[in-house]
């Protein structure tokens, strides 16, 4: 039964298109995350989610848009595709905001082509 | 500019060999420090956490040091195996709400 799940695995789009991605974690954490990982596999935050409420916005473009319909789900919506946007993006859990019990998902490989 | 850097950036030691990586960030204000392992084409795991009110922890094999007046931190690998092969990272917490991750080391352990 996986903790942390994100579809889809793989993601090929065209530029200039909107896609999102979906995450769902069954642990019953309070804290949920989107970490961008690119080419040089340098892995950065990009939101993190406290019980429902937004606590970290890094310097996203505001092309993505993360949501939180309730505690186990975080989903992440981009907007107008572009290139530089390819990477692997990480959907992540921890049982608080402290990061104990940190768990992250597969990740999700998007390609702008 | 806050960063974490982590030295080596790679290493390769045969089975049985005791390790250690390293982990610098630049400047004292931490609330803690984590380290992962990350497999290839696989998300992070989680290793160990270390508060900043702690020095050391231990998990295993491994131990992961803290000294906060240098801004370092150490993982410890004990009696490596074919199996610790992975990248690890570390993640510098330096305020309740704010993480950055290390570049990596990628360990490879010869059989």
């Known amino acids: 039964d996986t903790a942390v799940s994100q579809t889809p695995k793989y993601l090929v789009t065209q530029m200039g298109n909107d896609k999102s991605i979906k995450c769902e974690q069954n642990?019953?954490?309070?804290?949920m995350y989107w970490y961008k990982q690119d080419s040089k596999k340098f892995l950065k935050i990009m939101f993190s989610?406290?019980?429902?409420?937004?606590?970290i916005n890094e310097t996203v473009p505001n092309r993505f848009s993360p949501k939180s319909p309730d505690k186990a789900h975080l989903n992440l919506h981009i907007n107008s595709l572009e290139l530089g946007d390819s990477a692997v993006y990480f959907c992540?859990?921890?049982?608080?905001?402290?990061?104990?019990?940190?768990?992250f998902g597969s990740g999700t490989r998007l390609t702008v082509v | 500019k806050q960063e974490v850097t982590q030295i080596p950036a790679a290493l390769s030691v045969p089975e049985g060999e005791n390790l250690v990586l390293n982990c610098s960030f630049t400047?004292?204000?931490?609330?803690?420090l984590q380290w992962f392992r990350q497999d290839p084409g696989k998300g992070l795991t989680s290793l160990l956490l270390?508060?900043?009110?702690?020095r050391e922890q231990t998990s295993g094999r491994l131990n992961a040091s803290l000294d906060k007046s240098s801004g370092r931190s150490t993982l410890y690998i004990a009696a490596s195996q074919p199996g610790d092969s992975a990248t690890y990272l570390c993640?510098?917490?330096?305020?309740?709400?704010?993480?950055?991750f290390g570049p990596g080391t990628s360990l490879s352990v010869i059989p």
């Open positions: 993640a510098w917490k330096t305020s309740y709400d704010k993480v950055i």
């Open positions: 642990l019953g954490h309070d804290t």
């Open positions: 992540a859990s921890s049982r608080d905001r402290v990061g104990y019990g940190y768990t």
């Open positions: 989610y406290n019980n429902k409420e937004l606590i």
């Open positions: 400047d004292s204000a931490i609330y803690n």
């Open positions: 270390i508060q900043s009110s702690q």
